[in-house]
């Protein structure tokens, strides 16, 4: 299976700016989405962003503006840079890919999520 490992969560006041990394294991023939999902205590998961092989971007309304999704195709890394934080921003971080392993095996994987915390 593919593995997602994330970095970049961390506390910070409100105003300010995190950016968070995800970068996909070896053994992949492509990727088409990546993303990023979030999780507020006591809420379901709900997507932020997300970006497809072609570059199509996809946003959350209550972040548009102030959030922005990239990737890096030879590192398989997706990039979210985050700023005007927000307290109603907390949360936990999750990474998501869609794609295809060597010898052509689909896989979808979450990252192991990452906290953002923003006070106010």
């Known amino acids: 299976q593919v593995q997602l490992v994330e970095s970049g969560g961390g506390l910070v006041q409100a105003g300010g700016s995190l950016r968070l990394s995800c970068a996909a294991s070896?053994?992949?023939?492509?990727?088409?989405?990546m993303g990023w999902y979030r999780q507020a205590p006591g809420k379901q998961r709900e997507l932020v962003a997300t970006?497809?092989?072609?570059?199509?971007?996809n946003y959350a309304d209550s972040v548009k503006g102030r959030f922005t999704i990239s990737r890096d195709n030879a590192k398989n890394t997706v990039y979210l840079q985050m700023n005007s934080l927000k307290p109603e921003d907390t949360a936990v971080y999750y990474c998501?890919?869609?794609?295809?392993?060597?010898?052509?095996?689909?896989?979808?994987?979450w990252g192991q999520g990452t906290q953002v915390t923003v006070s106010s």
């Open positions: 070896k053994n992949i023939l492509s990727i088409n989405t």
């Open positions: 998501n890919a869609d794609g295809y392993m060597v010898l052509g095996r689909p896989f979808t994987s």
């Open positions: 970006i497809s092989n072609g570059g199509s971007i």
